[in-house]
């Protein structure tokens, strides 16, 4: 039994919580950071992160990233940000790690 | 070519022939994980990415409806409705064997379904709010999808960058250090050989 969180700056990720997902409302960064360890400690098997704060944590995101507990899923924002999300730059890099070469995945969709 | 450092005897070319014969099997064996582990993981990648394009849509629209659902109620009213169809979820985490690699995989555990029985006052909150519950409860479960594909991607990239540095090892550095100086301690032995050979019949 492994309960989800979410952490984001806007009021919408109470939304969430109408479906049983634990909200945490951030206001910067290091407060973030400290809310991921501290749900990582408490087995929270998914942390839904919003863009903006994913962007600005890397570390820690790679911190958790090859652990089964918890994921960290990155979500797009209220207002979506510009520019390739952190999500799309992960995968890339992945697949960059693990064929060796730059290939998109998207465009050998059919 | 590179010679072990080791004592060109029969007993160490006898060591040196069987370890060969298991490097060459355990080329073979990581081989053909790697490919394994490369198939499944492009088909993982190429679902992830589709998958995160059509979330990533839901989840805008479902924000739309519930930003909407403000308009016409008042935040607090909002907030209770929020609080009150507050349903019990939890994941429980089993893990599947890809290769040999443990991956994850969750699976949902619902107390009730708040889309099914609303428990705010209907006459004070907009449709929209039904609406946003539903399409919320609607991309959990596919968010929750989700992050099983994209944690089983970063595992399996981890794991196939391992093997392909084990592979090459043993491709291009180990099998031919052993054959080079299996090589080696074959024609020294020879040489000894000839040698005895050649003292004995100058001794005759």
């Given at each position: ?20 997902i634990?909200?945490?409302l951030v ?28 962007k600005?944590i ?9 652990s ?43 | ?9 029969r ?61 016409n109620?008042s ?5 209770t409705?929020v ?5 019990d ?7 599947s ?51 099983e594909?994209?944690?089983t ?9 391992q093997t ?8 291009h ?7 080079d ?9 020879d040489?000894?050989e000839?040698?005895?050979?050649a ?6």
């Amino acid at each position: 039994m492994h309960r989800i969180g979410i952490i984001g700056t806007s009021d919408n990720i109470k939304a969430f919580s109408m479906c049983g997902i634990d909200a945490f409302l951030v206001e910067d960064k290091s407060e973030a950071i400290k809310v991921i360890d501290r749900l990582a400690s408490q087995k929270f098997a998914i942390i839904f992160v919003t863009e903006s704060i994913v962007k600005q944590i890397p570390e820690t995101i790679l911190k958790y990233k090859h652990s089964i507990t918890p994921t960290i899923t990155p979500i797009p924002d209220q207002i979506p940000v510009q520019g390739p999300s952190f999500a799309s730059e992960s995968l890339a890099i992945d697949v960059k790690k693990a064929t060796g070469s730059d290939i998109s995945i998207n465009d050998t969709e059919d | 070519m590179a010679v072990l450092d080791i004592n060109p005897t029969r007993m160490e070319l006898n060591k040196l022939k069987d370890r060969l014969l298991t490097a060459r099997r355990g080329h073979k064996l990581l081989k053909d994980k790697r490919d394994g582990l490369m198939r499944k993981f492009l088909e993982t990648a190429k679902k992830a990415a589709k998958f995160r394009i059509q979330i990533e849509k839901d989840i805008l629209n479902a924000n739309l409806q519930f930003e909407l659902s403000k308009v016409n109620t008042s935040p607090q009213l909002v907030n209770t409705a929020v609080i009150m169809s507050r349903q019990d979820l939890t994941v429980d985490i089993s893990t599947s064997n890809i290769m040999g690699v443990c991956t994850p995989s969750f699976s949902i555990n619902k107390r009730h379904n708040s889309s099914e029985n609303i428990s705010y006052s209907l006459s004070q909150n907009s449709a929209h709010l039904d609406n946003s519950i539903h399409l919320y409860d609607d991309i959990i479960s596919k968010l929750i999808t989700l992050s099983e594909l994209e944690k089983t991607i970063s595992i399996l990239s981890d794991e196939i960058n391992q093997t392909r540095r084990k592979v090459n090892a043993l491709e291009h550095l180990i099998i031919p250090n052993y054959q080079d100086t299996i090589r080696f301690i074959t024609l020294k032995l020879d040489e000894n050989e000839r040698s005895n050979i050649a003292r004995l019949s100058r001794a005759k």
